[in-house]
């Protein structure tokens, strides 16, 4: 399995959702240590760098992520909130987030893990009470369990991203186009 950090659903929220790939089937985990937790902030682009971390950030992102996802799902289908998920999403939030700085190189953002798990909420909190929630999605790739947000003209995107999915399933079904017409086509003997 891909241990690359993958950033295609339109916000690090959703981002961050999917980081337990392939929820239905054999749940990968992406967060093992805290320095994958830590390589996934600084790849997300939210902190420039994260002050090591321990197990128990780890721990705390996974609840978060979970939530969120509870969340985001439960907004797809109209469906209610958790009221558990609601409250870890917003006890994160309500950390005080990185503070970016000015240096004479540009901007710099230092975080803890609870500073870059609140940016995290955060977002997860603009999303889901925002504009693009009517845009939320959930991958066509019955294997992928992410949630994008399609900006696509006429809303007609299926994959979270090409790479990731859409080329696997677009390529599994021409396989299977050309074996049945292979299979049609060929002689019968009697």
């Known amino acids: 399995m891909n241990l690359d950090h993958v950033f295609v659903c339109g916000n690090p929220a959703l981002d961050f959702a999917a980081t337990l790939r392939a929820r239905r089937t054999v749940r990968f985990e992406m967060f093992v240590t805290p320095d994958r937790l830590n390589a996934w902030y600084v790849e997300s682009g939210l902190v420039d760098a994260v002050s090591p971390g321990q ?29 558990a998920a609601l409250t870890v999403v917003n006890n994160a939030a309500r950390t005080p987030p990185a503070v970016p700085q000015l240096t004479p190189s540009g901007r710099w953002t230092q975080a803890t893990p609870d500073e870059a798990l609140s940016l995290v909420a955060r977002h997860a909190v603009e999303l889901l009470s925002g504009p693009d929630v009517p845009l939320l999605k959930e991958c066509d790739n019955p294997e992928c369990t992410r949630t994008y947000i399609d900006r696509s003209r006429g809303m007609r995107r299926q994959w979270c991203g090409m790479d990731s999915c859409g080329n696997k399933i677009k390529a599994a079904a021409y396989r299977a186009r050309k074996r049945t017409a292979t299979e049609t086509s060929r002689p019968r003997t009697s």
């Open 55 to 83: 197990e128990a950030d780890v721990e705390r992102a996974r609840a978060v992520r979970e939530a969120v996802y509870l969340l985001v799902t439960a907004r797809r289908l109209g469906e209610e909130y958790d009221g």
